[in-house]
């Protein structure tokens, strides 16, 4: 079956210091990914989605920057972290929908605290 | 105004309480989505729509795409019902390029 890891699930970090999320998807071959953030008291925003490797597009300017170095694996990273930069950060993953099945498929989530 | 508006943003009920959700868009969309989002932070996509309506268990949602508005109903609410619901809607081809709305926080009293 297909499995979506996600990690630290919570993180404080130093405002300027640096970032890295990782999330991994298990069961599944060329998925979409997809990065959200959900700040304090707002809505889910789309950040970053890949179609495949090596392939970043960017929905919002921001301190944030993305990879995908393997099919299954997409990395968040900041080099110099904000406090606006808070929040919570779930991956998802997606594959064109089969009959009955569920389009979309959300990580844990990582919440962090930029100070 | 945002593009995706739901309402209520809170809503509290009692066991066994019928309880509807509302979610109105302004933009031409391909698809609507449900999700629920508990207090731990994860979240589940519940239901994925482009026309008419879908059950699943206790949890009903319907769509209307020429008044674009979707509704999502839970018959015989119960206390893990407790959570966050998201509407969001996918405009483009890509399936993960969701615009979110602000969310529904139930509560359910036992």
């Known amino acids: 079956s297909q499995t979506i890891h996600q990690w630290p699930a919570t993180l404080v970090q130093p405002v300027g210091s640096p970032l890295s999320l990782e999330c991994t998807v298990e069961?599944?071959?060329?998925?979409?990914l997809y990065w959200y953030r959900q700040a304090a008291g707002r809505g889910l925003q789309l950040l970053f989605y890949s179609v495949g490797i090596g392939q970043i597009s960017s929905e919002v300017p921001q301190n944030l920057s993305a990879s995908r170095p393997q099919d299954r694996q997409f990395i968040l990273s900041s080099k110099k972290l904000l406090l606006s930069d808070s929040g919570f950060y779930l991956c998802?993953?997606?594959?064109?929908?089969?009959?009955?099945?569920?389009?979309?498929?959300f990580g844990s989530g990582t919440q962090l605290s930029v100070l | 105004k945002n593009e995706v508006e739901q309402s209520p943003q809170n809503l509290t009920a009692q066991e066994g309480e019928f309880i509807t959700i509302n979610c109105s868009y302004s933009?031409?969309?391909?698809?609507l989505h449900w999700l629920q989002q508990h207090p731990g932070g994860g979240i589940v996509s519940l239901f994925m729509?482009?026309?008419g309506k879908k059950k699943h268990g206790r949890l009903i949602a319907t769509i209307n795409i020429q008044e674009k508005h979707s509704s999502l109903h839970i018959t015989a609410s119960h206390p893990r019902d407790s959570a966050v619901y998201i509407c969001a809607v996918r405009s483009g081809t890509s399936y993960g390029k969701l615009t979110f709305g602000q969310g529904t926080i139930l509560t359910v009293h036992p």
């Open positions: 998802a993953w997606s594959v064109f929908p089969r009959r009955g099945g569920k389009e979309l498929f």
């Open positions: 069961g599944t071959s060329n998925p979409n």
């Open positions: 933009v031409g969309i391909s698809a």
């Open positions: 729509l482009s026309s």
